[in-house]
């Protein structure tokens, strides 16, 4: 018999990123079948891994999206194939982090004169 607490591990760990990105605060990670979308607590930010196989290798491939009147694919050099999700894991990480960078320095400066 299974019990709640084994219920609830079973659905933390369906919800688990599988790629274990590190994630800055306000960014969420949602598996899905064979896919794990990252976005942004402002929503204008998306990126996805989408695993697949050729034969009998699996492959990653990472997008990008950014949301501006609606969603747009974007090109930034992560529109690759990986062909380790540690790979793939890190160029998510590398867009996430220049988000968070560009971010920073469009915020306005809260300091008053």
Do not use: C, K
């Amino acid at each position: 018999m299974t019990t709640d607490e084994e219920r609830l591990d079973g659905a933390e760990q369906a919800d688990a990123d599988p790629f274990d990105v590190d994630l800055p605060s306000g960014w969420s990670a949602q598996p899905r079948d064979r896919v794990t979308t990252y976005e942004n607590a402002d929503g204008d930010h998306r990126v996805r891994i989408r695993e697949f196989s050729r034969g009998l290798s699996l492959y990653w491939w990472v997008d990008v999206y950014v949301y501006d009147a609606g969603w747009e694919h974007r090109e930034v050099g992560l529109g690759d194939t990986y062909t380790a999700p540690e790979a793939a894991a890190s160029a998510v990480e590398s867009y996430v982090a220049r988000v968070e960078s560009a971010d920073q320095t469009e915020q306005p400066s809260m300091e008053q004169s």
